[in-house]
């Protein structure tokens, strides 16, 4: 009875006539639907109301997104669907709907007189299962049953099913060509995982409106766990089973984490730019470079992938720039962040990120604090892994956009990550003066992208990971983590740690070997995260970023070491000559490098992008960035493999000239690199 | 006879707001909605339209009047007006709202006040024309009791 009924449901959309007056409350579904409308125009959420009333659904009408949270959070399971305007006085509606599909999890339809693409595409991206353009009709009203039938179906689906598929995202094979049905979702998020679908209990599963689960807070913890459970897997592999067994929380069932899972991969995609990449991309971008990654593999291929992804580092470039990143082996195989790093990166309450705990043994002590909120390790092993850096920037900030309800929160945590612990090499006295301004400005976008990358997302959301785009080539052993930024998306907003693709790429060359410990002066500490944060927030550009920049090479690297921290320092040299503009945009990768090298260019003026002599030398006159050299010869050869890097980074710069390895050190010097 | 000589006066003016753009589409939405649940539904809504748009109105002259305009808030305001006349069906007044948020976005004050004068006008024509016109609707409504 109630299978037939509920196709019944499905099939129609007129909600009268398909319903059949039945015994079970499921035979008068979407009768009684019980309906949120958030809108602060009076007028608008009267007719609204009256509109749902029609419809026979039960209405509840609000005209503040506060009270509606409130609403929602005394009652969790008393409403099915949430309807609410974006523009509004005291919240922003898209902010709501990340509270709500974090907190909550139910479907929400996001309405606005707007109809611009890019508001949509907004909607789309903060998971909204659909949107209306106002004036809204009652036609469009008639249908939303169909996201809450979807949403559960998922549920369900994902419920039905823990402990067989290992693809955990099966569900939404099902809900996938449902899903399509609303205007504003969009095709493929599929994963190439979920096509095999051989068992399909979901057809059984008609009654899904009678579905009622009880709902699961993420809290930040949870989150953090689920997080690092992710990683740990990769984010190809996370299936919900997995990750289930790996958070090992009681009372937590695969389906939660289905879900949950839905709306971080929302969230990474739409950090990455909801990137139009296919995933096939990442697919066949990483197996390349997964070998070489060795123990970093699971993480790089996640910040390759998702860097591929999201197009920010073509798949070419991405490929060199690991070939690069890995063509001088330092002796050191580790990665320089280990994933221990990044369970801390993601432990909000501890302010510290600590990325450069992983590495212990490298220089901790070093952790040079090169950006003011940008957590660098110090790793003095070269390693390819950017990746790291960016991951777990990128996851850093995941972590903070996730938690968009706690925004309170994120500003510190963004303040902490701010201050990583590494000892501030590269901070120098002005710089750390600078700390303050550089979170809060850090901390705003982040903070607001973090809501807004809130992932929730309500349709089942993307497979891919094409997650933030971290910067692949970030992170090398010394993986600056800094927060990276998204620069092409940015300035100033969108991700808030989108900054640290940018940053990662830095980093990651600058392989500050191990055997600079205390030695090592802030060079790692690139300020590419200063800059983006400048360039976020309009930062005045501080001269001490460059400072940072000059790396200090010192002189206790080893070839090895250096030929990371040439690279490092080509590229970081590099990316800060290249004026801001000129990178912005022009490539993701080269943002990355550019972005936060050239965001404290910028400031200091005029860094060529042309040229990185004339980067190099503007930085100079500027006072800001000097390369000091103390390390030996090798510090500014011309024979590493950095050309490679450079060549793979500058190629996608259409507007900066080929990498040149004229990097003309001579001369430089570092100035107040504080060690 | 007066009854549906009313009727006939009702539907003549509802069919002239409609054909000279005073009204679009919404507004019939809106008269679907009134049942006899809600026997006055369009009257309430108009009324709390009004109330919206005066206050509406009032915060924008004040930061037209305001030195620096802040060109922000007047579109955020103009929006939520033009929100709520679209929701009613209020077309013409709904044009000149977009066409002062193009003001604006352009930050010409001149322009934006200028179109503001043409916002009001609209409004107030529009006010009237509906004012006589559900008042010709109640009257044949009464009238049509039996």
């Known amino acids: ?675 | 006879m007066d009854r549906n000589r009313l009727q006939h006066q009702v539907a003549c003016m509802r069919r002239s707001l409609f054909d000279q753009g005073y009204l679009d589409e919404p507004f019939i939405q809106l008269e679907e909605l009134q049942d006899d649940a809600n026997p006055n539904f369009v009257q309430e809504i108009v009324t709390l339209f009004y109330t919206d748009s005066a206050r509406l109105i009032q915060n924008i002259e004040h930061a037209l009047n305001s030195r620096p305009i802040d060109f922000d808030k007047l579109d955020d305001y103009m929006h939520q007006f033009k929100g709520s006349s679209s929701s009613i069906g209020a077309k013409k007044v709904t044009n000149e709202c977009t066409v002062f948020r193009e003001y604006c976005s352009a930050e010409n004050a001149e322009g934006c006040i200028r179109s503001f004068q043409q916002v009001k006008q609209e409004y107030a024509i529009l006010r009237r024309k509906l004012e006589v016109y559900l008042q010709m609707v109640r009257q044949a409504a009464v009238s049509r009791t039996a």
């Open chain 1, 1 to 675: 009875m109630n299978s037939s009924s509920g196709k019944t449901y499905m099939s129609t959309s007129n909600s009268s006539a398909g319903w059949k007056a039945g015994d079970a409350a499921a035979d008068q579904f979407p009768v009684g639907l019980r309906v949120l409308v958030v809108d602060d125009d009076p007028t608008c959420l009267m007719i609204l109301e009256k509109m749902l009333r029609t419809c026979l659904y039960e209405v509840t009408k609000c005209n503040r997104a506060e009270t509606a949270l409130s609403m929602l959070r005394e009652n969790k399971s008393g409403f099915d669907v949430v309807i609410s305007d974006v523009h509004m006085p005291d919240m922003d509606g898209f902010k709501l709907l990340e509270h709500i599909g974090l907190e909550m999890d139910l479907p929400v339809i996001m309405m606005s007189a707007d109809d611009g693409k890019h508001v949509v595409m907004k909607g789309v991206t903060h998971g909204a299962c659909d949107y209306l353009i106002k004036p809204v009709r009652i036609e469009a009203l008639k249908n939303i049953w169909q996201h809450v039938v979807r949403k559960r179906k998922n549920e369900w689906k994902d419920f039905e099913q823990s402990g067989s598929v290992e693809e955990g995202d099966r569900q939404l094979k099902q809900s996938e060509e449902a899903d399509y049905s609303s205007s504003a979702n969009e095709g493929n998020w599929k994963s190439s995982k979920r096509r095999k679908d051989d068992e399909d209990e979901t057809d059984e599963r008609d009654d899904t409106s009678s579905l009622k689960k009880p709902r699961v807070v993420w809290s930040v913890e949870l989150h953090q766990q689920f997080v690092a459970a992710v990683n740990q897997l990769g984010i190809d592999k996370a299936v919900p089973k997995k990750i289930l067994e790996l958070m090992n929380v009681p009372g937590l069932t695969r389906e939660n984490v289905a879900s949950h899972l839905q709306k971080y991969r929302l969230y990474l995609r739409r950090l990455s730019g909801v990137s139009q990449h296919p995933s096939s991309l990442n697919n066949s971008f990483m197996s390349p470079q997964e070998a070489t990654f060795g123990p970093l593999s699971s993480l790089n291929g996640l910040d390759l992938q998702t860097l591929a992804a999201t197009g920010q580092l073509p798949a070419q470039s991405l490929v060199t720039l690991q070939a690069a990143g890995l063509g001088r082996p330092t002796g050191k195989s580790g990665i320089p962040m280990p994933l221990v790093d990044q369970r801390n990166i993601f432990s909000f309450e501890n302010p510290k990120l600590r990325f450069g705990d992983g590495q212990q043994h490298v220089n901790n002590n070093k952790q040079m604090n090169l950006l003011h909120g940008i957590p660098t390790t110090m790793e003095p092993k070269q390693l390819a892994g950017l990746h790291h850096g960016a991951q777990s920037m990128g996851n850093m900030n995941m972590q903070v956009a996730s938690h968009g309800s706690q925004s309170s929160q994120n500003n510190p945590l963004l303040m902490q990550m701010a201050q990583p612990q590494v000892r501030g090499q590269m901070l120098n006295d002005t710089s750390l003066g600078h700390p303050p301004r550089l979170l809060s400005p850090m901390g705003q976008p982040i903070l607001s992208n973090g809501i807004a990358a809130n992932v929730s997302t309500r349709n089942g959301i993307q497979e891919n990971i094409r997650a933030p785009s971290y910067n692949p080539v970030s992170q090398t052993s010394s993986m600056l983590n800094f927060p990276m930024n998204h620069a092409p998306e940015l300035p100033g907003n969108s991700f808030p740690l989108g900054s640290t693709p940018g940053i990662s790429s830095l980093t990651p060359k600058v392989a500050f070997q191990e055997d600079v410990n205390s030695d090592i002066k802030g060079t790692v500490g690139f300020l590419p995260s200063y800059d983006i944060f400048n360039d976020l927030n309009q930062h005045k550009p501080q001269n001490w970023e460059l400072q940072n920049v000059g790396m200090t090479f010192d002189a206790s690297q080893h070839s090895n070491s250096l030929q990371g921290n040439l690279n490092h320092a080509h590229s970081v040299l590099v990316q800060q000559g290249f004026p801001s503009g000129q990178v912005n945009g022009q490539n993701r990768s080269a943002t990355v490098v550019s972005k936060a090298m050239f965001s404290s260019g910028d400031s200091t003026g005029h860094v060529n992008a042309q040229n990185g002599n004339q980067q190099l030398n503007s930085l100079l006159v500027d006072g800001t960035v000097r390369v000091k050299s103390e390390t030996p010869t090798n510090l500014y050869p011309d024979d590493f493999g950095q050309e490679d890097l450079m060549s793979a980074l500058l190629k996608q710069q259409d507007a900066i000239a080929p990498a040149e390895h004229e990097f003309d050190f001579d001369g430089y010097s570092l100035d107040n690199i504080p060690v």
